[in-house]
């Protein structure tokens, strides 16, 4: 039998049959022609001297060899794929693309945008703001920032080059502030609520938060949110108070759109992560983008310094 490697056209033909259980789909797949293909299928077998398919009537089955040649040459395309990908990306001069959730993007990122480009015009950022996680290497991702409790399944090969402390609060319209002048007060205001924040384990919600300001908590009512930017922008419009996330709402804080007037802030187990192959923090254009976001991580957390953070495991 030969160890000799047959050309890599039969084994890509073989891999595409092998998948689809199909020649017409893997031809189809391949833009070649069923007799083209089958004709690369047929020397490989030769080459191995062993019959890879059952040819049966209007299908094929992979043979024991066919079965254990089938996983290997998909393991070995699909890390060719990406390695041609990843020497794609290297010729891409001054594009960085970053995925983050849209809430973050929109509130956080967007509105810094012109600070980073202001001081590295070589650099052209891309966005992806989804909350579905991407592949580094089949996306085409350079950065991602995460939310969630580490060490997250999949993310035990990424570097973790930031950390995002989040925390919560109440926030509110400036000119509601008069009226809630007290953790109590606030027993009758219109509260906002948001479920992207149900899934924090323990719970991050206004019920904790008033036993953390030693109240009892209220009935709770008020309108509710799916998503925690458009709780923001009801606060904002001076509909309710929100117990807002220091994160999304910094750039508001900052200019007087909503005030925080209570110094008690929870801060739950999850927090952002900035995670990226390793290696890859290295690069120039990453690097840079990773001290520009590093230094205005710290201004923000400068920001919320004037709370009294409490982990919410200390509530337990």
């Not at 039969?10 to 199909?22: G, N, P, V």
């Not at 945008?113 to 991702?141: G, Q, Y």
């Not at 920032?145 to 570097?159: Q, T």
Request: proline share 8%; hydrophobic share 45%; net charge negative.
């Amino acid at each position: 039998m030969p160890d000799r490697l047959p050309p890599l056209t039969a084994l890509r033909a073989f891999e595409a049959a092998a998948r689809h259980l199909s020649f017409r789909d893997a031809a189809a797949e391949l833009n070649v022609t069923p007799a083209a293909l089958s004709f690369q299928i047929k020397a490989l077998e030769e080459h191995l001297g062993a019959a890879l398919f059952r040819r049966l009537n209007r299908r094929v089955e992979l043979t024991e060899a066919g079965a254990a040649l089938a996983p290997g040459t998909t393991e070995g395309f699909g890390a060719l794929q990406t390695a041609w990908r990843a020497a794609c990306r290297t010729q891409e001069a001054g594009v960085l693309t970053v995925t983050a959730g849209p809430a973050f993007t929109a509130r956080w990122l967007a509105p810094r945008m012109f600070l980073f480009a202001r001081e590295h015009p070589e650099v052209e950022l891309r966005f992806s703001a989804t909350l579905r996680l991407l592949d580094f290497a089949r996306d085409d991702i350079d950065l991602a920032i995460r939310f969630g409790i580490p060490p997250a399944r999949g993310e035990e090969d990424l570097h973790q080059a930031l950390a995002i402390r989040e925390w919560m609060t109440p926030m509110m319209h400036p000119d509601l502030a008069g009226d809630f002048p007290t953790p109590e007060s606030l027993r009758s205001a219109t509260l906002i609520h948001q479920d992207d924040t149900a899934f924090f384990d323990p719970p991050m919600d206004w019920p904790v938060w008033f036993r953390a300001a030693g109240v009892t908590p209220p009935d709770m009512h008020g309108p509710r949110f799916s998503q925690a930017d458009h709780a923001l922008d009801a606060a904002q419009a001076g509909a309710g108070v929100v117990l807002g996330r220091g994160s999304l709402a910094d750039a508001a804080l900052r200019s007087g759109a909503l005030v925080a007037p209570f110094d008690i802030a929870l801060v739950p187990r999850a927090h952002f992560r900035v995670l990226c192959p390793e290696g890859a923090q290295n690069r120039p254009y990453t690097r840079a983008f990773l001290d520009w976001l590093s230094a205005e991580i710290g201004a923000m957390e400068d920001h919320g310094a004037g709370h009294r953070m409490v982990p919410v495991e200390d509530l337990l």
